[in-house]
């Protein structure tokens, strides 16, 4: 392929990868908890650290996380000992961490010039040093996942139940809040800080709509967000698109698609399972129809179809 003879392409690919399998990964809680909206609200804080790095020259990777480690733990400790409702708290972080942002933005001598490129994502920018950076935040951030899996799943689903089976509720919550901000901090230059929950949050909702289990969800839902990834950067490259966008409108693409299945699936399940009423012909011994045993009644096959009578109608299989 073209696009891998470029050094910058290669670096792009590789994240795009990094980030379609983390994301999912935490991302699962996260639906599970019902705050699909907080990635937004932390990312939000990471532009103010973002900001801080381009303002007093340090690593913008660095400072972005720190700030929004800082967050997540603030809301997390908030939420379990304020009177705040965490809506409120992040309101409060989604509208302070913009503002912050912007106007320390505007301080550096580089002005906002670079501010879309972090809103947005320019995955083609990454250098190699961010490359080290988001692999090593991906492996740990997976890790802790698949170690911590079950007890973070119990924490997600009923909080009372973990509690009183001995976990460390708060110690969960936070290590969770944690693997978020390491996760919006690792996408920040592929899809942005502003659509960073999308790759999060969609293919988990495209999992549920297909997988009966979680960890069949968990499996589905890093694969496509792997996939999506992947073909959003190599897309946006021949299609000169912004490379965060493509990749969140291929992930709600895959999920309208699957969620159209799904109601398709669901109405042919239906129809095979509704009562035939207007049935013409009286099954019964001698009818002429082969029978076949199921349970405790007889099917008659009729027109392709297994009818068996119940009352004063047929159902049809």
Do not use: K
């Not at 381009?54 to 800082?70: D, E, I, Q, R, Y």
């Amino acid at each position: 392929m073209e696009l891998l003879q470029y050094d910058f392409m290669q670096r792009a690919l590789v994240a795009a990868l990094l980030v379609g399998i983390t994301a999912p990964v935490v991302g699962i809680y996260l639906v599970q908890r019902r705050l699909a909206l907080i990635g937004d609200g932390m990312g939000h804080v990471a532009l103010t650290g973002v900001a801080v790095g381009v303002l007093t020259g340090t690593a913008p990777v660095l400072t972005a996380l720190v700030f929004a480690v800082a967050g997540a733990v603030t809301i997390e400790l908030v939420r379990a000992r304020g009177r705040t409702s965490a809506d409120v708290v992040l309101a409060v972080m989604f509208y302070g961490g913009i503002a912050g942002g912007v106007v320390l933005m505007g301080l550096s001598p580089e002005g906002t010039a670079n501010l879309n490129s972090y809103l947005f994502g320019a995955i083609a920018t990454t250098t190699p040093t961010d490359l080290v950076v988001f692999t090593v935040l991906s492996v740990v951030v997976v890790l802790v996942s698949v170690l911590l899996g079950r007890q973070l799943f119990a924490v997600s689903n009923d909080e009372e139940f973990a509690r009183a089976s001995g976990m460390s509720v708060l110690g969960l919550n936070v290590t969770l809040a944690v693997l978020t901000a390491a996760t919006i901090v690792i996408s920040m230059r592929v899809v942005g800080l502003l659509l960073v929950s999308a790759l999060m949050i969609v293919p988990n909702a495209l999992a549920q709509l297909v997988a009966s289990s979680f960890r069949g969800a968990l499996t589905v839902a890093v694969l496509v967000g792997g996939t999506v990834s992947v073909a959003g950067t190599v897309g946006s490259y021949y299609a000169a698109t912004a490379s965060g966008g493509t990749i969140v409108l291929l992930a709600i693409l895959a999920f309208l698609l699957a969620a159209a299945g799904s109601a398709v699936r669901q109405a042919v399940h239906s129809r095979r399972r509704r009562p035939t009423e207007n049935h013409r012909h009286e099954h019964g011994p001698g009818c002429g129809h082969e029978t076949i045993s199921h349970g405790d009644h007889v099917d008659y096959l009729h027109d392709g179809h297994r009818h068996a009578a119940h009352g004063a109608h047929y159902d049809h299989h």
